[in-house]
């Protein structure tokens, strides 16, 4: 069948103008004028409590769905290494607990609570490669299911039960980024900005969420030699 003609071949607009041309649809516009909008209609509570921690868990989600749709592996790891990520902000910060924070800036604590979450996160990927449906997901299952118990019973590092709290941000640029409109906005954007990066690097590769486990040349495009879902698909010779 011959292939639909691009309206905006000739166009002399810039590449990255063109390719939303071709790809917005009226639902993304109305998607994302709603969620610029709600902050403004909803009350700060909603605001701050429900719709930025969606946005957090959210952007969370997302490792999920991308190696799940993109390599053909389900991993539930994904909460590990985000509260290793708090917590390493939380004991290299300030907290509550003073006599367990090191009282580092945030300037300082922030690269270090990411670098350190994305030592583990390579530790758990390490391991968790080697295996294949559903003991991956088992083992990543119970990599953050012991990581649980070990912080509700170490009170040295984790405090148990009662955590590290009272981690605030500075005011950057005048704002209080913890006043719920900027926390709100703060969210979105880092919940936008890692969304838009795997769907044009994916696209810009040819992968489609599902092609993981559909395609073998798309597992190995996202540098996995172990993308299958169990029984998925036979392995060639």
Same mark, same amino acid.
């Given at each position: 069948?011959?292939?639909?003609?691009?309206?905006?071949?000739?166009?002399?607009?810039?590449?990255?103008?063109?390719?939303?041309?071709?790809?917005?649809?009226?639902?993304?516009?109305?998607?994302?004028?709603?969620?610029?909008?709600?902050?403004?209609?909803?009350?700060?509570?909603?605001?701050?409590?429900?719709?930025?921690?969606?946005?957090?868990?959210?952007?969370?989600?997302?490792?999920?769905?991308?190696?799940?749709?993109?390599?053909? @592996?389900?991993?539930?790891?994904?909460?590990?290494?985000?509260?290793?990520?708090?917590?390493? @902000?939380?004991?290299?910060? /300030?907290?509550?607990?003073?006599?367990?924070?090191?009282?580092?800036?945030?300037?300082?604590?922030?690269?270090?609570?990411?670098?350190?979450?994305?030592?583990?996160?390579?530790?758990?990927?390490?391991?968790?490669?080697?295996?294949?449906?559903?003991?991956?997901? @088992?083992?990543?299952?119970?990599?953050?299911?012991?990581?649980?118990?070990?912080?509700?019973?170490?009170?040295?590092?984790?405090?148990?039960?009662?955590?590290?709290?009272?981690?605030?941000?500075?005011?950057?640029?005048?704002?209080?980024?913890?006043?719920?409109?900027?926390?709100?906005?703060?969210?979105?954007?880092?919940?936008?900005?890692? /969304?838009?990066?795997?769907?044009?690097?994916?696209?810009?590769?040819?992968?489609?969420?599902?092609?993981?486990? @559909?395609?073998?040349?798309?597992?190995?495009?996202?540098?996995?030699?172990?993308?299958?879902?169990?029984?998925?698909?036979?392995?060639?010779?």
């Amino acid at each position: 069948a011959a292939s639909t003609p691009d309206p905006y071949a000739d166009s002399v607009a810039p590449d990255w103008l063109k390719y939303l041309w071709r790809t917005l649809a009226p639902r993304h516009v109305f998607v994302g004028l709603a969620v610029l909008i709600f902050p403004f209609v909803a009350t700060p509570c909603f605001t701050f409590q429900v719709a930025s921690q969606s946005l957090i868990l959210g952007l969370i989600a997302l490792s999920l769905s991308f190696l799940a749709g993109y390599g053909g @592996m389900v991993s539930l790891a994904q909460m590990t290494v985000a509260g290793i990520a708090g917590y390493a @902000m939380a004991v290299l910060g /300030t907290s509550s607990s003073a006599e367990i924070s090191l009282g580092w800036s945030l300037w300082i604590a922030v690269p270090f609570a990411i670098a350190t979450a994305v030592v583990c996160a390579t530790l758990i990927g390490w391991l968790s490669v080697r295996t294949e449906g559903i003991y991956t997901i @088992m083992i990543t299952l119970a990599i953050g299911v012991a990581f649980y118990y070990l912080v509700l019973q170490n009170y040295s590092i984790f405090n148990g039960f009662q955590g590290l709290r009272e981690t605030y941000p500075p005011k950057v640029l005048g704002i209080a980024w913890r006043d719920p409109l900027p926390f709100y906005f703060l969210s979105l954007a880092c919940a936008l900005a890692p /969304t838009i990066e795997i769907l044009v690097a994916a696209r810009a590769i040819g992968l489609w969420p599902g092609d993981g486990i @559909m395609i073998p040349a798309a597992a190995a495009a996202v540098g996995t030699a172990a993308a299958w879902m169990h029984g998925a698909i036979p392995r060639a010779a």
